[in-house]
């Protein structure tokens, strides 16, 4: 690439009057970068900021994170979704304490051995964290190199990924604030290079080196392969409310939603006929359907509340007040409605 020097100079520059201040930038860790990096993988700063910090206040440390449930820590992550992340960061915590003394290790390669810790974050973490000249290559970055290169391949080849990382290992990073320009890049690809809409090329400190901008073809860049369809599952969710209590089950330990609390359900969509056999001497009420988009997935959800003093819901429910569903039990995002619903059922019982 020709001029990648002046081209992490300029685009250095431009962060250092334009980025944003963010509670992980304002007092970094190692600790702090690798939540923070964590919690932006598929979710909005807007959204992160908050749950960071109230994450930190929760967990200062490893030791903090290593030391707590399980559950705790899912309902701190509750609203991020893509619960995976929350356990891979217990578990990488427990590793962190057990086998390194408390102290994230900075090695980009002995990062990605802990839960959770792929190329990208280990380039994130030991770049930001520790100044480690490493690269870290997310889809921000593989769109903006598209673009300066004018390159057509499809960048969700892992061919297209590995060779961005080469150049940006042997030409582009610099050997002075590599955090910094890691940051500067995922900045630009978020603010200035973004996704979905044309480019703001006009804002962009290094328009001068772009390919793609030269030839009048940034909103042809980047190619990405077709996704695949998503599958589609129909629910119907089933809340059992008797004495102030509503009957919740965990979800299995592996899998979609690993651990978090949801309401008994059958597959397919009962109708309300169907669902009045469920309950022979209580009231049934629809509470409306809803959906929710998974990666791979979507799910097509319907709901019944079901009251009475004879309730049978399914074995291996527990019965959950008020508080637990406030403060206790993590649900998955999914269901975030229906826990308002439920809260709201419970407390016209206690009124
Ligand atoms: Fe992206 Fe435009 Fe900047 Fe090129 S000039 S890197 S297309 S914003």
Known sequence: MNNADALAAALLAWYDSRARVLPWRTEPSPYGTLVS???LQQTRVDTVIPKYKAFLARFPSFQALASAQE??????WEGLGYYSRARNLHRAAKVVVEDYGGVLPSDPAVLRTLPGIGPYCAGSVASIGFGVRAPAVDGNVLRVFA???GDFRDILLPQVRKDTEKLLLEEVLPFQRVGDFNQALMELGALVCIPAAAPRCEECPVQSFCLARAEGIEQQLPVRGAAKPRRKEEKTFLLYVCRGKVAVQKRPSRGLLANLWEFPWVKGHLTFRQAEEFVPHGTVAFLGEAEHLFSHLEW????YAFKGEELCPPDGVVWAGREELENHLAFPSALRQYVRVAMKLLEEEDA
Do not use: G, I, P
């Open 37 to 39: 990096e964590l919690m």
């Open 71 to 76: 559950d705790e820590v899912l309902k701190a």
């Open 147 to 149: 673009r300066l290169q």
């Open 300 to 303: 097509h959800m319907r709901a």
